[in-house]
């Protein structure tokens, strides 16, 4: 393909309380608040944004958070983990912070390349993989408690576990343009786009895996970067030639999405990097007001009844989470 799928673009994920949420992925993790608005299937929930300091397509995580949600279960057919890249020399000061924010780390390495395994207060599974990439030209936020020189930089990638993920291989390498990279024990790598960092997949397959439930903790959705509308189209063709028809386009304001599910049970979606979060909020105003598609503003009232407050983290604000 001329436009190749460039990586991950974000991941959505399903959490219980908002504010808890905001007060782990700002206040802990030191991720930007880029976007606050609603499920636009579900405008009683928000739909809440984290990224790097401009919401660049490939540091983007999301959220719905349902109050009270049940949690889900862990099993064959979903995202076991995602993973966020770090500067090599970080990991001493991540596993600090997390500790003083009384969150339960796990070292381990894989692919030669160590990392910190944790829950956030969902039991959502992340890890922080110090990155292998010397320049790492991402840029982190640099508004948070957490100093630029130890910030995570975005995605560093996605594992997917499975009881068997043979189709799910063949979809990634011969309709998806993925390239094997590596094998670790149970792991294997598969990277997109010019790879590295921020591109990787890894199938993670147990043969004693049972189905899993996609509840609270749980990750939705992965979406994978498009260039552009034209992109999009293309790979729309592709994917229902090679047998995975995908749904029509549908406009998330910021991107615009089609969604597949993989053999193997992950819900996919193909997002355009265009036209961006600054298409209806400055830069310096990211994610301090509740923003709403033209479909939603006649009922803003009636929304902004039923959602919770949300207070924002300071800077200088610490954050431990039980």
Do not use: C
Request: negative net charge; aromatic residues 10%; charged residues 20%.
């Amino acid at each position: 393909m001329n436009t190749p799928i460039l990586g991950l673009h974000h991941i959505t994920a399903i959490a219980g309380d908002p504010q808890t949420n905001v007060d782990f992925y700002t206040g802990v993790l030191g991720l930007r608040l880029v976007k606050k608005t609603v499920n636009f299937d579900d405008p009683s929930t928000y739909h809440l944004y984290y990224g790097d300091g401009v919401g660049s397509p490939g540091t983007i995580m999301t959220f719905f958070p349902w109050p009270g949600v049940r949690r889900g279960v862990l099993g064959s057919g979903q995202t076991a983990a995602t993973a966020f890249a770090i500067p090599a020399d970080a990991l001493d000061f991540w596993q600090r912070r997390l500790e003083e924010s009384l969150v339960r780390t796990r070292s381990f390495e894989r692919f030669g390349v160590p990392g910190l395994a944790f829950d956030d207060g969902d039991g959502l599974r992340l890890e922080l993989r110090a990155s292998a990439q010397e320049n790492d030209g991402r840029r982190p936020w640099h508004g948070s408690a957490v100093p630029a020189e130890f910030a995570i930089r975005g995605f560093d990638g996605v594992t997917l576990l499975h009881a068997n993920g043979e189709s799910t291989r063949q979809l990634l390498v011969k309709a998806m343009g993925f390239r094997k990279l590596a094998t670790d024990g149970n792991h294997v790598r598969y990277e997109s786009g010019h790879g590295g960092s921020g591109t990787f997949v890894d199938l993670l397959q147990d043969p004693s895996a049972t189905p899993g439930r996609v509840a609270g903790g749980s990750v939705h959705h992965v979406a994978f970067r498009l260039a552009d509308d034209d992109a999009q189209s293309a790979w729309i063709s592709r994917l229902a030639g090679a047998g995975h028809p995908t749904t029509g386009v549908r406009d998330r304001q910021y991107f615009h999405s089609v969604y597949f599910n993989e053999p193997g049970g992950v819900l996919f979606e193909l997002a355009t990097d265009n036209p961006g979060f600054t298409t209806d909020e400055s830069v310096e105003e990211l994610g301090t007001s509740l923003r709403l598609p033209p479909s939603l503003e006649s009922r803003r009232d009636r929304i902004e009844r039923v959602l919770p407050p949300l207070e924002l983290i300071g800077k200088g604000d610490a954050v431990k989470v039980a």
